[in-house]
Structure formats: C-alpha cells, structure tokens
C-alpha cells in the first residue's frame, strides 16, 4: 500500500514508489526484541528501558529528528498496532502490506499484553485502600487502584477513571 504519512510506522520503510518495505535494520528490533519480549511478560516500560539500555535508535532519531529514547507509549502503540499483520484500514479501503508477525502471533501478544496488565503489581501506592488488589474493571479486566481527583477519591483501572468507587468524602 501507499503510505501517505511522513513518517513510516517503526519497523518499515517508503520505497521511491511511497509503499511500505520491510526495513532491514528495524523489523528485527521489532520480532527479536519487542514481540519476543513482550510475549516472555515483559512490560513496555521495561522493554523501552532495555532498548534504550541497548543503545537502540527509535525511528525519530533514525530520521535525524533528534536524540530520542524509547518511552513505554510508543512501546504500547507500537504492540497493539494490527497494522504489522500486513493488513491496514485506511480511509475505509483494506490495504496490504508486508507483514512483519503473522495474525496467530498478534493474538498471542495481545493476550500475553492484557495478561500482563492483569496481573502486573501496583508499584507505587501512597495510600491505603480496602479492596486493593480485589476489584476489575468491567470493561477492560485490569486491575482498579485507587486515585484522588479534584478532591474526590474514586477508582481507576489503567483505561478510564470511573466513579463507580466514588467514596463518601467523610
């Protein structure tokens, strides 16, 4: 497919025809590093911190934009992008491009990911809170934690802030 973008998702290139290639030197950062990583259960805040222990360039620093590092948002939205599948949507029409994970792989880590996020402990608890550890979220599965918002304690899973736990504030 024709990529319309400036810049190419990490992992690929634009060829002189403005289509996506398989970048030689990132696709392996992509399987060898990222997916293996992430299906081990690892997590993106320590998989951006061992490619940047590693010295590995994100795709801005490639392009000369900067020295960047490796922050576990990129990490995230690079691992749950279907688009490595080799299958992208765009403006309504399905477009191929050469996969870099096949379809079966790309389940696995988005399960090994929520499975991850379901059971990674809570690392920096301030306060006490009764039923940390034992409440879900509904929509996501993960694990809720306890937050105080504009004065008003409530309850957060990693996706959305609910007050569905909104406590008495007495």
């Not at 030197?25 to 320590?46: Q, S």
């Not at 379901?118 to 809170?129: I, M």
């Not at 979220?137 to 309850?155: A, L, M, P, Q």
Request: glycine share 8%; aromatic share 10%.
């Amino acid at each position: 497919g024709v990529w319309m973008s400036w810049v190419p998702p990490y992992g690929y290139r634009k060829g002189k025809d403005r289509k996506l290639a398989i970048d030689p030197e990132e696709a392996p950062v992509y399987t060898d590093v990222l997916i293996k990583k992430a299906l081990e259960g690892w997590g993106a805040v320590r998989i951006a911190k061992h490619l940047n222990s590693l010295g590995v360039p994100t795709k801005n620093t490639r392009l000369g934009k900067g020295p960047y590092v490796w922050k576990y948002g990129t990490v995230i939205r690079i691992l749950e992008n279907p688009l490595y599948t080799g299958q992208m949507t765009y403006f309504g029409h399905q477009v191929s491009i050469p996969p870099l994970i096949s379809q079966e792989q790309f389940q696995a880590l988005r399960q090994a990911l929520q499975q991850h996020w379901q059971n990674r402990p809570s690392t920096s608890t301030k306060r006490l809170y009764l039923l940390q550890g034992l409440l879900r979220c509904k929509n996501c599965s993960r694990n809720f934690f306890g937050k105080v918002k504009e004065s008003k304690r409530c309850g957060k899973c990693g996706v959305r802030l609910t007050q569905a736990l909104k406590a008495d504030p007495e």
